[in-house]
């Protein structure tokens, strides 16, 4: 037996649609038991251990009403998979559900408003990454003056780590020669030049992944240029929640708290949402395309690379979602799959 009605449908602004509901009062009552024993499970009530109260004493104790209310969610709860996959409908966080007719005898009618993953036309996407791979690069180099600065910038942080006092003021004649003895100090050297040219390795290094990364930002500005797509608020929201929580985090491992920081720049949290709002929305576009690129070109993260790196976020962060850490980090991995994929365009 079908699961519900749909009385109406209709679209919202930012890719929000709103689909109204009808459970008939039959299936409804299906679910009275269901509510029965949850209400029964949380209830207190002076005589009886709680899950073991009679129907009749719990019905007077919390009232008809009541458990009407814990069906309908009860039969919302069990309809909403049904709904959301014969409308065919991906939706974007958690919908929002609101009741507009619940009474003895009756029907129940409902309302679902959600967010929904909206069409993305894509490009000639490889085209695009084709153009943009064949235009020259920069050539990186490593200057000796570039080393000298990082040798310098050693010398002093082992300085500052050896002071007897903190905040000690570093004078020239304070620094330790660049010798053997020095650079053994700091690692599995042979000689000072071996460690010189360690140093001008991880500079390049250091330098080439920038290049690529500012490559793909170029890349994929080039891509979302060519797409026209409306973000769906929830998606927007969501990037905005990141940005505070890695803000927030930025600011605690300098040893601040974030409302002294918003006092200190005369800002509030809404108004730092407000300028960050256009970036969320620009991430949120870029992961909407990502996504369709990776569905069509049937990319995916690898099963065993996604389980690692969720292992080790829990391993670090304790109180970490697992549903959530393994959500982000597929999101992260099939992303790099994605950018990939594109460099590889000739």
Known sequence: MKKYTLIGEKNLPESELEIEVEISYEILAKHRAQAIKKISNTASIPGFRTGHVPENILVSKVGELAILEEAAHEAIESALPEILTERKISILGEPNISITKLAPQNPLVFKISFSIVPEVKLPDYKKIASKENSKKSEEISVTEKEVDEFVENIRKGFVKSTAPKPGEEIQEKDLPEVNL?????????????????????????????????????????????????????????????KMLARFHDDITRMGMKMEDYLKHVKKSEDDMRKEWRPDAEKRGKLQLVWNAIAQQEKIFALKEAVEEEVKHILEHHKDADPLRANAYITMMLTNEKVFEFLESQK
């Open 181 to 241: 003895e020095f650079v053994k100090k700091l690692g599995d050297f042979k000689t000072v030049e071996d460690f010189r040219s360690k140093i001008r390795e991880n500079l390049h290094l250091e330098k080439t992944g920038k290049a690529r990364e500012k490559k793909r930002l170029v890349t994929a500005e080039a891509v979302l240029n060519e797409v026209e797509v409306n973000v769906p608020k929830a998606l927007i929201e969501s990037e905005i929640a």
